[in-house]
């Protein structure tokens, strides 16, 4: 039976299979009601004449053949299967999405990201009367920063949807990943139908006729793209030409940006993801949400969810406490599952004491455990003999593979690309045991031809930390390449800032000769992790970690060629700030740039580093209000005014700060004259 049937048709069938009975009649109408769905013109009818089957009517098995409904059932299906599981870091090993999610803390935001309330749930989202910013808009956009969460959020809503609980009236849920449009060649050409069928979940039966429905009715409709800032391309969002055909062809950059204007397909609901930074006009906007990580009571919830008993969650939570920079990573859930997994390594290396290092863990501790777990997990097993390799043996012996991953890792970070073919892995010498690491994995979707494999690192995090390791492990590396991620941090001009950098830095190749083109996407975050893992790399404490693996000569020029950089380019970049005399106040407001900096230097955990960047610091009134600094950039910037010898005045207003934050800055309050 057709979907599209009116109420003159039903007359019509109706009046032809009276003369089979009330019975075959009252079925009829049955089945138009069990078929809402399918015959979505008939709801206001059948609403209308107050319709109540039989029991014998209703205890009649009733058979969809929709090509609709059963694409429906199709994309639940295929939702259903993908996001059931998270792939881990070993890709033997996958977990229930069920067991390690949890809800993050949901901001509704202004245009200026100022605060419009909370979010209780992932179905708030497509909550069409609450955080409304342009009722024209038609795109939800999320963002946080790396590892907050932005893609666990969208799997959950489709583990919902797949599930049937999500009451949002979505019939059809089409998720892509940005990246993916990276993969297409510019002289690629798509209509929306093939986009969605053939790159996505092709119907069954009769795609034209779901096509068709789809553009009949788009408001039930449901698209979700994750990662714009992972999209290596030069995409001006408010500069696409507008393609407004369905039929018509066109770049796939085109169709997305199309979809997300409301061009294609208006009424449909849109949902994009990207890291903190980036911006989109704000006429596709309809609201805006800001993922800001785990709370508090996050932590402990999720504690109790990944140790279901009451004396080991007290036990990470104590230690945690007592280990406040390690506590504070905890506020990012992708760092929080990292440091949780590694306590249940150690906890089974030791024999079931739940203990962790005492040292101070900072984040390339962190990924350097990551690290270690997951080559001994590669070892052959023995149910009797434990292994017994220490992490210098552990990496001695995975030192290939890393340098492997390490090359990958670079090359694509150099072009900011993010996804890699089957030959640039092959080239990097990687071999096919090394790919069961999970640290690079199979991407789900294909190339356009399908004809070969693409491959992506698991997190962008780790693809940074993998750079780094290449430049210190590898022995080509010189200066100027090593330091070739602290580019973007040079002061604005470089002036003034030229004469503070010693002859042997290559302070023009890193600024640059002239003025470049404006970056769309200016949000450098996998250059400035791969820059703080460089830091923690080469600090004092990883060289008796390191003198295993690079010769010492190399690490002493490399440690030298950084501590000189960060000194240098903390102290150009805070005297070629503008400076407001107030009062008896020379005054300097910092930017983000500056609190990367400083997390850079309590990377490197050294007393001698923090003594030079407090020299660096030459003005009295340091203002970093609105520097997005968190109550871990606390400890960095206390780690720092130790060393200052003067007195100063701080403005921290602004921030994401709490009463961590005030107490790690509590030993610096004797030389501050004010603080804000």
């Not at 390690?326 to 440091?339: D, E, K, N, R």
Request: glycine share 6%.
């Amino acid at each position: 039976m057709p979907s599209c049937l009116c109420r003159l048709q039903v007359r019509k069938i109706l009046d032809l299979v009276q003369s089979k009975g009330e019975e075959v009649s009252e079925f009829f109408l049955y089945l138009l009601q069990q078929l809402a769905d399918a015959y979505v013109d008939l709801r206001p009818w059948l609403l209308e004449i107050g319709f109540s089957p039989s029991l014998l009517i209703q205890s009649k098995v009733v058979v969809n053949t929709d090509p609709v409904s059963r694409y429906t059932q199709q994309l639940r299906h295929h939702l259903g299967r993908d996001s059931k599981f998270m792939l881990c870091y070993a890709q033997k090993e996958e977990l229930l999405l069920e067991e390690i999610y949890m809800d993050t803390i949901m901001e509704l935001v202004g245009f200026s990201n100022e605060s419009l309330g909370s979010l209780d749930s992932p179905a708030c989202l497509l909550d069409h009367t609450t955080g409304i910013l342009n009722e024209q808009g038609e795109t939800i956009f999320v963002l946080g920063d790396a590892g907050v969460g932005k893609s666990m959020l969208l799997q959950r809503l489709q583990s919902l949807w797949a599930t049937g609980r999500l009451d949002s009236g979505v019939k059809f849920f089409f998720h892509f990943r940005c990246r993916m449009f990276s993969c297409f060649r510019e002289s690629d050409r798509l209509c929306l139908q093939d986009l969605l069928f053939k790159h996505y979940c092709y119907p069954q039966q009769d795609p034209e006729e779901v096509f068709a429905f789809l553009l009949r009715f788009p408001h039930v409709a449901l698209f979700t793209f994750d990662g714009l800032d992972e999209l290596h391309s030069d995409l001006d969002l408010s500069r696409v030409p507008d393609s407004s055909c369905p039929w018509e062809p066109a770049h796939p950059l085109v169709l997305l940006a199309n979809l997300l204007s409301g061009k294609l397909l208006k009424g449909a609901s849109k949902l994009l993801t990207a890291r903190t930074g980036i911006e989109v006009p704000r006429q596709f906007l309809r609201k805006k949400v800001l993922l800001r990580g785990f709370s508090p009571s996050h932590l402990r919830a999720y504690a109790r969810k990944m140790f279901p008993e009451r004396a080991l969650q007290d036990h990470l939570l104590s230690q945690l406490e007592a280990n406040p920079n390690l506590c504070s990573l905890c506020s990012v859930p992708l760092f929080c599952w990292i440091i949780f997994r590694c306590f249940q390594h150690f906890r089974a290396a030791f024999e079931g004491s739940p203990q962790l290092p005492n040292c101070m863990m900072t984040l390339t501790d962190v990924f350097l455990l990551v690290t270690e777990v997951h080559l001994n997990r590669m070892q052959p097993s023995s149910l009797v003999q434990r292994n017994t390799r220490s992490p210098v043996e552990t990496l001695r012996a995975g030192r290939d593979t890393l340098c492997s991953l390490g090359q990958v890792a670079h090359r694509g970070m150099e072009r900011s690309l993010f996804v890699f073919t089957q030959e640039e892995v092959q080239a990097s010498g990687l071999q096919e045991g090394d790919m069961q690491l999970g640290f690079l994995r199979a991407l789900p979707e294909l190339g356009p031809g399908e004809d070969q494999q693409s491959y992506e690192f698991f997190h962008l995090t780790l693809q940074a930390f993998f750079t780094a390791f290449f430049l210190v492990l590898d022995d080509r590396v010189g200066t100027r390449e090593l330091l070739r991620f602290f580019q973007d941090w040079m002061p604005p001009g470089g002036t003034a800032a030229a004469s503070c950098y010693p002859p042997f830095l290559p302070f023009q190749c890193l600024r640059g000769s002239g003025p470049s083109r404006e970056d769309l996407f200016k949000n450098k975050d996998h250059f400035q992790f791969t820059s703080l893992f460089l830091c923690g790399l080469l600090s004092k404490a990883k060289q008796k970690l390191l003198r295993h693996l690079v010769p010492a000569a190399a690490l002493r020029r490399k440690r030298k060629a950084l501590w000189a950089h960060l000194f240098s380019s903390l102290q150009g970049y805070l005297k070629s700030l503008p400076r407001v005399q107030v009062e008896s106040f020379n005054q300097v407001q910092a930017m983000p740039t500056f609190i990367w900096m400083l997390r850079c230097i309590y990377e490197t955990q050294s007393q001698k580093v923090g003594q030079l960047a407090a020299r660096g610091i030459c003005a009295n009134y340091l203002k970093l209000t609105y520097c997005n600094a968190c109550s871990a950039d606390c400890s960095a910037l206390s780690f720092v005014l130790h060393h200052f010898r003067k007195r100063l005045a701080l403005d921290l207003d602004n921030n994401n700060l709490n009463d961590y934050g005030v107490r790690e800055l509590r030993p610096c309050f004797s030389r501050l004259t004010v603080i804000r």
